[in-house]
């Protein structure tokens, strides 16, 4: 599994992330998540010792290395 941090920008605003990509999922937080959200059915995480329970998803719009998708 490898990790890669990256200076990003996620909906225009820069960012400092870490690439893992042995992980299923991608989370953010709240200052950088797009209004483009819909809900889902609500599942729980463990990030950092803590349980968040996830309730919605969102599309993001990222630039990473003058890339866009």
């Known amino acids: 599994m490898a990790q890669t941090f990256r200076h990003i920008k996620i909906e225009g605003k820069d960012a400092f992330v870490l690439f893992d990509t042995g992980s299923l999922r991608s989370y953010v937080r709240r200052e950088f998540a797009s209004e483009v959200k819909w809900k889902t059915k609500p599942f729980t995480v463990g990030i950092g010792g803590y349980s968040f329970t996830i ?15």
Do not use: D, K, V, Y
């Not at 309730?55 to 998708?69: F, H, N």
């Open 55 to 69: 309730e919605e998803t969102c599309a993001l719009r990222c630039e990473i290395e003058g890339l866009i998708r």
